[in-house]
């Protein structure tokens, strides 16, 4: 959980103007004359987009994962693509409907390592770039990750899990031979036990692994009941890897701790580096080998606390400090190891930057080089992206746009940023999108800016009057910004105008901005949507009485606490809630967090003030038609949050529906059908409920 700086958010609202977000969205594209038809929803199977860009170390190519979905089979698939840094020679290193991902050049540029399941479990896989051959370089039991060369060559790097050793807890006798009987009963006595997307968790901990980069026996360097994190960072000689673990007292119950550790790759030993209270992570070593820079922030339990840059000794002394307000992230030296560069969020938008190291000094301003990085949440407009850099300097990143899912762009040497491929043109060139605009405006509340976005519908005309549906954001630590959305797009391809904003809580506008809600969600956030919600009424196009509203997770919350609220919508879908914090606290995958960080006091310490945040608490007043839509699967908002809700508003006889998505986690969209059947019901809900449409038999319309 990443945290924010000390400016205040007026402060940052004044040097940051408004956006031109529309003139952002044609800026990859003239295609839109050449449009025929608005987006379909059949249309967000040949969606796809550039993930994971890496560029050689010659800066000749780049390599990246394509990912598309299958509409045969349901899933989300990629393959390794290479394209010329100069836009030429665009072709597929793999294909199928394998998992193909994590590509990684070898130092020289000689080889690529990247995972693919090729042959069933998922294994490291090495391709030599100049004959095109590809081969396993092992058979491992558990899923590898984070893979890292070493600077010569030789050696890989990879974090995995290892089961954690148990004893049986009761013998059952024998069964009868051929005696059909039930599952055998688990027993859970470790704190994380289920994981959301994943379902009950093998007791496990992630370590750290070797292996030769021509194959064979995977070494393990370190043990015991510790998880090892981040991607491993070599020392230019290859004696040593720098990680990221907690090895203190109680592992299980440390939240937001970790210190940096040197792992001896010969003998496996490992030296403590760092001891600060709080999160120290992503170590990456200079090329030189003098200096570590990393991440991390004192742990304040806050809600939201924002990551600071640290540059220290190779004994973990901090010799260089850069902070401003807002959370630095996927840091990586400059090729000359003057700069560490990174990324932060900011008004909505995800930029990379670089700052110069002076170390014993004070940082020396910062370098903006690249915005709009994302484009891999396709369902919402959710911040995303990667990048990489070559010995020359010019870096590979995926960007978006509100027209277009991500694609792969080169930052050259000497500064020019150039589009390397096109990935959605065949598709989105031929559909005629809503227009993005930005929204600024100021809360009721106490003067605070807001900013948000109103997608049109494609037709749109200024001079009518259209439905309208507040679209809200999870998190509720996230924001969203002028990022392609399928959800959207689609909402306003039915004819609906949607604003979609960042209330108070939203990251990128700094720590006093997020923590607004610190100990107090939801709340005043309330009132900020309902002014965005006004400000949009005011420029005409919107009828006042087709007002609907939807929110997924944290936008859940919400809505939930909107329609307990008021009654000025004539409808709302509550998407995975959260209804009640007393019983989300005890069954949420992530409990240990919740409760610490977000109220300050077990639930049976305060009982009072986890009802009174809680949406049943309001569920007296609710009018207005609610569904609730929830994957069954769900371990983060377990969907008995649903049927709380679900169950008193039919006691209430309030109008309400319940639509469970079979097998679905958290992530309802992960399968492009649900991220459709996600969209078809709320549009049918909104469509029954609307007070305006006309009925010509079985015929409705928003028109």
Same mark, same amino acid.
């Given at each position: 959980?990443?945290?924010?700086?000390?400016?205040?958010?007026?402060?940052?609202?004044?040097?940051?103007?408004?956006?031109?977000?529309?003139?952002?969205?044609?800026?990859?594209?003239?295609?839109?004359?050449?449009?025929?038809?608005?987006?379909?929803?059949?249309?967000?199977?040949?969606?796809?987009?550039?993930?994971?860009?890496?560029?050689?170390?010659?800066?000749?190519?780049?390599?990246?994962?394509?990912?598309?979905?299958?509409?045969?089979?349901?899933?989300?698939?990629?393959?390794?693509?290479?394209?010329?840094?100069?836009?030429?020679?665009?072709?597929?290193?793999?294909?199928?409907?394998?998992?193909?991902?994590?590509?990684?050049?070898?130092?020289?540029?000689?080889?690529?390592?990247?995972?693919?399941?090729?042959?069933?479990?998922?294994?490291?896989?090495?391709?030599?770039?100049?004959?095109?051959?590809?081969?396993? %370089? !092992?058979?491992?039991?558990?899923?590898?990750?984070?893979?890292?060369? =070493?600077? $010569? &060559? +030789? @050696? *890989? /790097? #990879?974090?995995?899990?290892?089961?954690?050793?148990?004893?049986?807890?009761?013998?059952?006798?024998?069964?009868?031979?051929?005696?059909?009987?039930?599952?055998?009963?688990?027993?859970?006595?470790?704190?994380?036990?289920?994981?959301?997307?994943?379902?009950?968790?093998?007791?496990?901990?992630?370590?750290?692994?070797?292996?030769?980069?021509?194959?064979?026996?995977?070494?393990?360097?370190?043990?015991?009941?510790?998880?090892?994190?981040?991607?491993?960072?070599?020392?230019?000689?290859?004696?040593?890897?720098?990680?990221?673990?907690?090895?203190?007292?109680?592992?299980?119950?440390?939240?937001?701790?970790?210190?940096?550790?040197?792992?001896?790759?010969?003998?496996?030993?490992?030296?403590? %580096? !760092?001891?600060?209270?709080?999160?120290?992570?992503?170590?990456?070593? =200079?090329? $030189? &080998? +003098? @200096? *570590? /820079? #990393?991440?991390?922030?004192?742990?304040?339990?806050?809600?939201?606390?924002?990551?600071?840059?640290?540059?220290?000794?190779?004994?973990?002394?901090?010799?260089?400090?850069?902070?401003?307000?807002?959370?630095?992230?996927?840091?990586?030296?400059?090729?000359?190891?003057?700069?560490?560069?990174?990324?932060?969020?900011?008004?909505?938008?995800?930029?990379?930057?670089?700052?110069?190291?002076?170390?014993?000094?004070?940082?020396?301003?910062?370098?903006?080089?690249?915005?709009?990085?994302?484009?891999?949440?396709?369902?919402?407009?959710?911040?995303?992206?990667?990048?990489?850099?070559?010995?020359?300097?010019?870096?590979?990143?995926?960007?978006?746009?509100?027209?277009?899912?991500?694609?792969?762009?080169?930052?050259?040497?000497?500064?020019?940023?150039?589009?390397?491929?096109?990935?959605?043109?065949?598709?989105?060139?031929?559909?005629?999108?809503?227009?993005?605009?930005?929204?600024?405006?100021?809360?009721?509340?106490?003067?605070?800016?807001?900013?948000?976005?109103?997608?049109?519908?494609?037709?749109?005309?200024?001079?009518?009057?259209?439905?309208?549906?507040?679209?809200?954001?999870?998190?509720?630590?996230?924001?969203?910004?002028?990022?392609?959305?399928?959800?959207?797009?689609?909402?306003?391809?039915?004819?609906?105008?949607?604003?979609?904003?960042?209330?108070?809580?939203?990251?990128?506008?700094?720590?006093?901005?997020?923590?607004?809600?610190?100990?107090?969600?939801?709340?005043?956030?309330?009132?900020?949507?309902?002014?965005?919600?006004?400000?949009?009424?005011?420029?005409?196009?919107?009828?006042?009485?087709?007002?609907?509203?939807?929110?997924?997770?944290?936008?859940?919350?919400?809505?939930?606490?909107?329609?307990?609220?008021?009654?000025?919508?004539?409808?709302?879908?509550?998407?995975?809630?959260?209804?009640?914090?007393?019983?989300?606290?005890?069954?949420?995958?992530?409990?240990?967090?919740?409760?610490?960080?977000?109220?300050?006091?077990?639930?049976?310490?305060?009982?009072?003030?986890?009802?009174?945040?809680?949406?049943?608490?309001?569920?007296?007043?609710?009018?207005?038609?609610?569904?609730?839509?929830?994957?069954?699967?769900?371990?983060?908002?377990?969907?008995?949050?649903?049927?709380?809700?679900?169950?008193?508003?039919?006691?209430?006889?309030?109008?309400?529906?319940?639509?469970?998505?079979?097998?679905?986690?958290?992530?309802?969209?992960?399968?492009?059908?649900?991220?459709?059947?996600?969209?078809?019901?709320?549009?049918?809900?909104?469509?029954?409920?609307?007070?305006?449409?006309?009925?010509?038999?079985?015929?409705?319309?928003?028109?």
């Amino acid at each position: 959980m990443t945290t924010s700086l000390l400016l205040t958010a007026a402060l940052c609202a004044l040097a940051h103007p408004p956006q031109d977000v529309t003139a952002a969205a044609a800026r990859d594209t003239d295609s839109a004359t050449q449009a025929t038809r608005p987006l379909e929803l059949m249309d967000v199977f040949d969606l796809e987009y550039a993930d994971d860009p890496r560029i050689a170390p010659d800066g000749e190519h780049v390599v990246y994962v394509r990912t598309f979905f299958d509409v045969m089979k349901d899933r989300r698939r990629g393959n390794l693509w290479i394209v010329g840094t100069d836009g030429s020679g665009h072709r597929p290193l793999t294909s199928g409907t394998a998992y193909n991902g994590s590509p990684r050049w070898s130092p020289s540029g000689d080889r690529l390592v990247y995972l693919s399941s090729e042959e069933g479990s998922v294994q490291l896989w090495c391709r030599w770039m100049d004959t095109g051959e590809t081969a396993s %370089l !092992t058979r491992l039991t558990s899923s590898p990750g984070r893979l890292s060369w =070493s600077p $010569d &060559g +030789r @050696w *890989i /790097a #990879f974090l995995m899990g290892v089961p954690a050793e148990s004893e049986s807890f009761a013998s059952m006798p024998a069964k009868p031979k051929g005696a059909e009987w039930a599952e055998p009963a688990r027993v859970i006595d470790t704190v994380d036990y289920r994981s959301d997307g994943s379902g009950f968790v093998e007791p496990e901990h992630t370590q750290l692994f070797v292996v030769p980069a021509e194959g064979g026996t995977p070494r393990q360097l370190t043990h015991g009941a510790f998880d090892v994190n981040g991607t491993p960072s070599w020392t230019p000689d290859g004696a040593s890897i720098l990680v990221s673990s907690y090895r203190g007292d109680e592992p299980e119950y440390a939240t937001n701790q970790s210190d940096l550790y040197e792992v001896i790759v010969a003998t496996g030993e490992m030296k403590r %580096l !760092t001891d600060a209270p709080g999160p120290e992570s992503s170590p990456v070593v =200079s090329p $030189d &080998g +003098r @200096w *570590i /820079a #990393f991440t991390g922030f004192e742990d304040r339990l806050l809600g939201y606390q924002q990551n600071e840059l640290f540059v220290a000794d190779r004994d973990g002394t901090v010799r260089f400090r850069h902070s401003f307000d807002r959370s630095i992230d996927s840091i990586e030296w400059s090729p000359d190891g003057a700069h560490v560069l990174y990324t932060f969020d900011d008004f909505g938008v995800t930029k990379l930057a670089r700052t110069k190291v002076v170390i014993g000094g004070a940082p020396i301003g910062q370098d903006v080089l690249i915005e709009d990085l994302g484009g891999t949440s396709l369902g919402r407009p959710y911040p995303s992206g990667s990048y990489t850099q070559a010995r020359d300097g010019s870096i590979a990143v995926n960007r978006t746009s509100p027209a277009r899912p991500a694609d792969v762009f080169v930052r050259r040497a000497d500064g020019e940023l150039v589009q390397v491929t096109q990935l959605n043109e065949d598709l989105l060139g031929n559909r005629d999108l809503g227009a993005v605009e930005e929204i600024r405006f100021e809360s009721s509340h106490d003067g605070l800016e807001l900013q948000g976005w109103i997608v049109t519908p494609p037709d749109f005309d200024p001079e009518q009057q259209y439905p309208l549906i507040l679209e809200i954001h999870g998190g509720p630590f996230l924001n969203y910004g002028p990022r392609f959305t399928a959800e959207c797009q689609l909402f306003a391809a039915a004819g609906y105008v949607v604003l979609y904003m960042n209330p108070r809580g939203s990251t990128s506008y700094g720590a006093d901005f997020g923590n607004e809600i610190h100990h107090a969600y939801p709340g005043h956030d309330y009132d900020d949507l309902m002014d965005g919600v006004d400000a949009v009424i005011e420029r005409g196009y919107v009828d006042p009485e087709r007002l609907f509203v939807t929110g997924g997770s944290g936008g859940g919350v919400l809505t939930a606490w909107i329609v307990g609220t008021t009654d000025r919508f004539a409808a709302a879908v509550v998407a995975k809630p959260v209804i009640n914090w007393y019983s989300f606290v005890l069954t949420a995958d992530a409990y240990l967090y919740f409760a610490k960080y977000w109220f300050g006091a077990m639930p049976w310490e305060a009982p009072g003030t986890y009802l009174a945040r809680s949406p049943i608490s309001r569920v007296g007043n609710v009018t207005t038609p609610t569904m609730l839509l929830t994957g069954e699967d769900d371990l983060r908002t377990p969907i008995s949050e649903t049927e709380q809700f679900y169950q008193a508003l039919k006691l209430r006889k309030i109008d309400t529906a319940m639509v469970r998505i079979p097998g679905a986690s958290h992530g309802i969209t992960a399968r492009p059908s649900n991220l459709i059947a996600k969209v078809v019901h709320i549009l049918e809900w909104f469509e029954r409920h609307d007070p305006g449409r006309e009925t010509d038999g079985d015929a409705t319309s928003n028109e």
